[in-house]
Nanobody, 122 residues
Framework: VQLQASGGGLVQAGGSLRLSCAGS????????LGWFRQAPGTEREFVAA????????YYSDSVKGRFTISRDNAKNTGHLQMNALKPEDTAVYYC????????????????WGQGTLVTVSS
């Protein structure tokens, strides 16, 4: 398994969760670590990404200011801190790795974790 996401669960609206992504050296040598999510009946959508070379970060408009992405290359782990959660954040969250390019395009990510379910109750 190249990447494995964990940390999902059930939380009330306004609460917080911290997702983790553990991976192989091969995976974490990728240029970009990203998080995507997929709610039932919807397309998988970009959430956040962080670039290995300079730790620059990118967020979707829907999570900007509430979520924080980070990575620890020495430990081959990444995290997604999610605060002020909303019911519309409910989805399966996936971590993924890409060699580069547009960080929001899921087609450019070639390594994926299995996903972890986040459920936010109102």
């Amino acid at each position: 398994v190249q990447l494995q996401a964990s940390g999902g669960g059930l939380v009330q609206a306004g609460g917080s969760l911290r997702l983790s992504c553990a991976g192989s050296v091969y995976a974490f040598n990728r240029h970009v670590l990203g998080w995507f999510r997929q709610a039932p009946g919807t397309e998988r959508e970009f959430v956040a990404a962080i670039v290995r070379s300079d730790d620059s970060t990118y967020y979707s408009d829907s999570v900007k200011g509430r979520f924080t992405i980070s990575r620890d290359n020495a430990k081959n782990t990444g995290h997604l801190q999610m605060n002020a959660l909303k019911p519309e954040d409910t989805a399966v969250y996936y971590c993924a790795a890409s060699k580069g390019g547009d960080v929001t395009r899921k087609e450019l990510y070639d390594l994926w974790g299995q996903g972890t379910l986040v459920t936010v109750s109102s």
